[in-house]
């Protein structure tokens, strides 16, 4: 008997729920002495499940309530077999529920070019990715979806930029400019997101460079209009330089 309840305590519940049938019959044999003392067992090798339920629930409670992937992923692992293998479904359905709950934050982000509000979103969904993706394939549609979107976003914002130095606000220039870095400052602490978003260093090589010819231009014709002063153009180069001060500082 003590052997069925060791085992009834280690098995899944579809096996628990035969097995308890099976020790409650024979318990039903013995005499009321021994009936007393192992049904006295039972009862313990029941309040121990109960209890790891009770344990299982607050982790993966805790680890949804901070989008935490890895840890998702190794309480995935840990409940592929035992007494809390049904709880596999219930990652997986969490999961997927909190990938979907995440899409719309970072839409509605990208949408007005708010990266700095979208990043800690999309890092959780590199992470999901990361962690996840091979597990639960599930969520890799979505991921995929997400991803594209942002790619997309970033792009028009960079080309935006690109072609913004000379007829852009300078104010609206530098808010783009200091959202966009964002994603690219975190992509570069962070593996998974850099690797989810395919981040290269090209694009703001070019885009820093343009920045600098247009400043550096600017500058030039300043320097050149002193030699010769025509009033007119002296201002507007200076214009130019005051109104991306606040870029540069």
């Known amino acids: 008997f003590k052997i069925k309840i060791i085992e009834y305590s280690e098995s899944s519940p579809e096996v628990r729920r035969e097995l308890l049938l ?8 013995l005499p009321d002495q021994e009936k007393q003392r192992l049904a006295a067992e039972l009862a313990r090798a029941k309040e121990g499940i109960e209890g790891k339920e009770k344990r299982a629930q607050e982790k993966i409670a805790e680890a949804l309530s901070t989008a935490d992937a890895e840890t998702l992923y190794k309480l995935h692992e840990e409940y592929t077999k035992g ?24 839409y509605e982000a990208i949408a007005v070019e708010e990266y700095r509000t ?32 942002v790619i997309d976003a970033e792009k ?4 935006k930029l690109l072609e913004g130095t000379k007829t852009m606000d300078v104010g609206v220039f530098k808010y783009l400019f200091d959202n966009l870095l964002c994603i690219i400052d975190q992509a570069y602490t962070n593996d998974a997101l850099r690797g ?6 090209k694009p703001y090589t070019v885009l820093f460079s343009k920045i600098k010819q247009f400043l550096g ?21 200076m214009d130019v330089a005051k109104k991306w001060e606040p870029f540069l500082e």
């Open 118 to 149: 979208a990043v800690p979103y999309i890092v959780k969904i590199a992470d999901y990715n990361n962690h996840l993706g091979e597990t639960f394939t599930e969520i890799q549609p979505i991921c995929k979806e997400i991803r594209d979107r």
């Open 156 to 159: 028009t914002t960079r080309t």
């Open 196 to 201: 989810f978003l395919e981040i290269s260093e």
């Open 217 to 237: 231009d600017n500058n030039a014709r300043f320097n050149k209009n002193l030699e010769i002063p025509i009033i007119i153009e002296v201002r507007e180069t």
């Open 22 to 29: 099976n020790i409650e019959h024979a318990l039903n044999t």
């Open 83 to 106: 007494p809390l293998c049904n709880f596999k479904n219930q990652l997986r359905s969490n999961a997927v529920a909190d990938v979907n709950k995440l899409k719309p934050k970072i």
